[in-house]
């Protein structure tokens, strides 16, 4: 059986366009320091961007999924729970009521950890094959329900369906990793000083994990952590974000599916007015020995004081503001392709989207010309489900505000609109190019998350010197001993080399000083989960 949840784009607030076709849109296009031709490209660009969107506003979209997988309730002890009250899901596109989400809050919450606890009892002694072969299926379901947990995901999101097809895949990818390293968790055993000792390393799971998550992927942010708990003998309690809790309950249906255990994974999907309460009880319950977040370094703060005072493990993914170096040395056609895969990822909402550009004197105009072309013909805006989409809408008003804000600041101080520039109205936002940027501006200090590239000039390398520490950041470079130079000092967690993409399952994913702590994926992800305990066995006779 299948159900609908029809989404009328009748209601979008673009309301604007069907009434005056492909022209202005409402909110100012033309920005200070806009130069009459700036206006004429933003038209151009705009007639280019809005077909899909026009097209989009005569239809009327459906979140045509398998029952089963629309679940709205919160997943506890392996039952479903309703709580006192709900929450709606709306699409971020259309600003219509996909579901309504049960608002679990502290008691719910206290119930699911004290399940996982009772479920660790369990799980931890279960046979490492065992724990394998469970999270292998879970894996295999994912990728049979491939497209309609990719429908999910882009009608809570708003991502583009081909673009939440590749989440699903890549979220899959943590299970089938995990399920592989579950098995390949060693202890050691370490020469002693004396005859009559042998010392032995255990790795023990550490217990019961909180695991809390942003919207921007809302299935992969949940497995990096959840397959990776699972695989070291954890259980879980996962919160997701209240925009995207559809895609969790998903993760959680599939889970049970597979025949993992009720109490090992727990999910308490609640209204962001409840996100305090529950992550108390997440942060501060002693049944909790492991919080892993992923978030802004704002909430990141307070969860980790919260965890503070009862000393618990801890891994948190944080904000970034990746640089995006190109040199004189590199391949400017390469760079125009890396930067257009790490920015318009997601509409730019991505912690380790390309957020500042930094292009070096002579290879500059050029850079600037061809990203704008490639801009122009590679990016259309509209719904999420609609074919040939790249540019879905951003999460919320409250999103599109930052970047509007961002832009208005960056042109008061001197910066050129070369595309876009505009908020279109609900959450839609134009892929905007800035050129003559400089880093007094906001968009340089702080995090966009938007389809927003302001690019700076650089001659002086003095400017590399002030990146900060983020999660990530991205070089352009043909000259070898400068790659090495380059790589080596970025104060980063990852770094992309002539490559705009690099999320892998099998690379270590994390930021540094307040971008991050810890590391997710890899042969290092499990190791978030596990402690070492050290067993001396004395008195062996010779
Ligand atoms: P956020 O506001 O920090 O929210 C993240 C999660 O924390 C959500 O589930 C949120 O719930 C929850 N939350 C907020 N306040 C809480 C509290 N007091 N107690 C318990 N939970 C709380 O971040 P966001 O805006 O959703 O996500 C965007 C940010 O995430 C960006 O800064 C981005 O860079 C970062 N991010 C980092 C990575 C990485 O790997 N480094 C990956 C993706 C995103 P509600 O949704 O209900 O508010």
Redesign the pocket.
Known sequence: MRRQVPVHLQDLQLRFYRTNGPVLPSQPLLLPGMSAAGVLRSRRVLQQLLPGLLASMSRRYSLDVAAPLLRTQGYVDGSWISAASVFPVLDPATGQELARVSDCGPAEAKQAVEAAHRAFQTWKGTAAKERSVLLRRWFDLMMLHQEDLAKIITFECGKPLQEARGEVAYSASFLDWFSEEARRIYGDIVPSSFKDRKLLLLKQPVGVASI??????PSA?ISRKVGAALAAGCTVVV??????PLSALALAELAEQAGIPPGVVNVVP???D???S???V??SDPMVAKVS????????K??LK?AADSVKRVS?????NAPFIVFDSADVDLAVGGAMVSKFRNSG????CSNRFLVQSRVYDRFLDKLGRAMDSQLHLGHGSEPGTTQGPL?NSRAAEKVVHQISDAVSHGARVLRGGARLNGSFMEPTLLADVTTDMLCTQE?T?GPLVPVLRWSSQKVLTRLGSV?AGYFYSQDVSQIWRVAEALEVGMVGVNEGLMSAPEAP???VKQ??LGR?GSKYGVDEYLEVKYVCFGGLKP
Request: glycine share 14%.
């Open positions: 809390i998550t942003p919207w921007n992927f942010m919160k997701p974000a209240e925009d995207t609640c209204s962001r409840r996100a305090p529950v992550g108390q997440l942060c977040f992923t978030g802004s370094t704002a909430t990141g307070v969860l919260m948190m993914e944080l904000g970034g909402q991505t912690c380790v999460i995090e998350f999660p994913f994390g930021g971008s991050g997710e």
